[in-house]
């Protein structure tokens, strides 16, 4: 566990540079999460990563055993910065990042994540969308038979939007956003359109 986080952290070094801050959350039960912030001062963009839920692949909670090879992840929330407390965010993504642990969700592209509350204090988002990994941080080959670690970035949802992805699926959403030039890193923005 600890030799696969090692190498985590070395590879979001190499992608993001040196985290400015970090933090760590524990929960009964379950392995320490932590949440290292990312700063990219010439885009003006905050970037939080999780450190901890790729440690255990991902499960079904009914399975018997885990499958070594099953599915690993980081989450990756990237928002403009100085324009809300959003490093408040801490404790949410730590209880995103613990849920494969604690519920068994198994987090991959295009499911949601619910928190039932504001994201940070004041936040217009109670939920996130996982895309696609690769992107801003490449995925971590591991030694076989595990799975690669995975970055998700998360796309924050108004519970409009979240009761709209429901009905409608996470492509349709993620077109709605595109169609209507929404800033999903801005962390004060309005629900998209969603009349059709």
């Known amino acids: ?41 010439d ?18 909670p009914t ?16 928002v403009r910065g100085g324009l809300a407390d959003t490093d408040q965010v801490v404790r949410a993504l730590a209880v995103l990042a613990a849920s494969p642990q604690v519920e ?31 992107g801003l941080v490449p995925d971590l080959e591991l030694a076989a038979p595990a ?4 970055f998700l970035p998360l796309l924050p949802m108004t519970p409009n939007e979240a009761a709209w992805k429901r009905v409608r699926g996470a492509a349709a959403l993620q077109e709605r956003w595109l169609a209507g030039g929404t800033d999903l890193r801005d962390p004060l923005r309005r629900s998209v359109a969603l009349d059709d």
């Open 1 to 41: 566990m600890e030799e696969i986080l090692g190498l985590v952290e070395t590879h979001l070094r190499t992608a993001l540079g040196e985290p400015d801050a970090r933090a760590a959350v524990t929960f009964l039960g379950t392995d320490r999460i932590e949440v290292l912030r990312f700063l990219d001062g």
């Open 63 to 78: 399975a018997p055993v885990a499958d070594p090879a099953g599915p690993r992840a980081e989450l990756v929330l990237s």
């Open 147 to 150: 799975a690669p670690v995975r």
């Open 43 to 60: 885009a003006g963009i905050v970037r939080y990563v999780t450190l901890g839920m790729s440690a255990a692949p991902m499960a079904d």
């Open 104 to 134: 068994g969700v198994v987090v991959a592209p295009g499911g949601s994540l619910d928190l039932g509350g504001p994201l940070w204090p004041g936040a217009p988002f109670h939920s996130v969308l996982a895309g696609e990994s690769g």
